[in-house]
């Protein structure tokens, strides 16, 4: 069993930066991608980022390169998203969620097994 909780979530106004993090516990946190996902009202929930079990790679949705930065830190079982030059369309709940090592696609929502409460980001025009 995993429980992951995110914070860093708020109000941000347009151009601004927020950082989120997601801490991870009742697992070895090296055993596992991570991922971040995001659910705007009325839509789907989709991929954002996600880092390998190493931190070796990052992936991203190509509305977030550039601006979004994955990164995690295995002794403190912690990722994080680095949300720069924000936009009103990136307002939505943000989730994090592992992935099982080696194993499904990084961008597939399906693929990954835990996942934490969310936290919410609304960015102001």
């Known amino acids: 069993q995993v429980q992951l909780v995110e914070s860093g979530g708020g109000l941000v106004q347009a151009g601004g930066s927020r950082r989120l993090s997601c801490a991870a516990s009742?697992?070895?946190?090296?055993?596992?991608?991570m991922g971040w996902f995001r659910q705007a009202p009325g839509k789907e929930r989709e991929f954002v980022a996600a880092?390998?079990?190493?931190?070796?790679?990052?992936y991203y949705e190509d509305s977030v390169k550039g601006r979004f930065t994955i990164s995690r830190d295995n002794a403190k079982n912690t990722v994080y998203l680095q949300m720069n030059s924000l936009k009103p369309e990136d307002t939505a709940v943000y989730y994090c969620?592992?992935?099982?090592?080696?194993?499904?696609?990084?961008?597939?929502?399906?693929?990954?097994?835990?996942w934490g409460q969310g936290t919410q980001v609304t960015v102001s025009s």
């Open positions: 969620a592992t992935k099982p090592r080696d194993s499904g696609s990084y961008y597939v929502l399906w693929d990954y097994d835990y």
């Open positions: 009742g697992r070895t946190f090296s055993s596992y991608a």
């Open positions: 880092i390998s079990w190493s931190g070796g790679s990052t």
